[in-house]
């Protein structure tokens, strides 16, 4: 089981602080969303606790079933679907999901052809993802996420993009990360969101804007 734990963190750009003196532990089993108007610190909060942005201030720990985890084998366990981290478009999605699935593997049993499937987008396999919409970028960015092994998923404007359809699709998969159906260990998810239908599931809501 995986748990991050935020002692203290600060993050300063320029002569800005945009948050400090953020504690938390969050743990496995259970959903956190970050709420704030735009530009409060949502996304950079994040990717704090992701570990791909240092702190100014404070530390971050990781661990695994009670033992610290090195900095560098953070990112084994995080799979982030982001408006700012892109897709390789230059590859058709069976591709890029064979390609992913070598640093992250996908769930146990899962093949990207299954995954595809999941998506919705078997019609599309053979696509390069350049000439995808903009809301199957989205569905796919999201299913690298859903469907990867990865204990912890951080979903940042996870709806962006995305029709009825796509946000229904949405709504059934991410229930099923902290509850899984399928007996997989239940995971950890961190959501940035300013949309309630995006987290109406998730009870710990936590507003950024407490730590200006
Ligand atoms: N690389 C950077 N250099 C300087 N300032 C930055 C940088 N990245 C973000 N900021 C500033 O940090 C603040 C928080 O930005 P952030 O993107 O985390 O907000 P957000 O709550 O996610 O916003 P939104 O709801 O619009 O996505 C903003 O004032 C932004 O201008």
Redesign the pocket.
Known sequence: MVTIRAEQIGKK??K?W?FRRVDLTLSAGNSYTFV??????????LQLLAGSLPSTEGKLVYEQNGRPLEPDDWFRQICIAAPYLELVEELTLDELLTFHQTFKPFSAGLTPAMVADRLLLTHARHKEIKYFSSGMKQRVKLGLAFFAEAPVVIL??PTSNLDRQGAAWYQEQVRQLIEPADGRPPRLLLI?S?QPDEYDFCPNVLD?TRWK
């Open positions: 750009y320029r800005e945009i704030g108007p735009n530009g409060s610190g949502k996304s950079t909060l940042d404007e940035g300013n950024v």
